[in-house]
């Protein structure tokens, strides 16, 4: 099971993320972290909690710096 909660660090905005961040989760955490990025777009996570992360979970964080890059890029 997979639990995202919202932090800080540095007076910043960060998402914790802990359990499995797997092809079970990523549906649900797509949606919750496209939401956060909406909000704060140089929202950072941290990921020391995850315990497992198949390639659905690599997949997902590829697409949140696609879209950090794709949202800051001037072209």
Known sequence: MLEIEPAT?????V???????????VAEAKGLLS???????A??????GVEEM???????LLWRTAR???K???F
């Open 9 to 13: 660090h540095d007076q910043k905005p």
């Open 54 to 60: 198949d390639t659905a979970g690599v997949q997902l």
């Open 68 to 70: 950090r890059w794709w």
């Open 72 to 74: 800051c890029s001037t």
């Open 15 to 25: 998402l914790r993320l802990t359990g499995e961040l797997t092809i079970y989760a």
């Open 43 to 48: 929202l950072n996570l941290n990921l020391a």
């Open 35 to 41: 939401e956060a990025l909406d909000r704060h777009p």
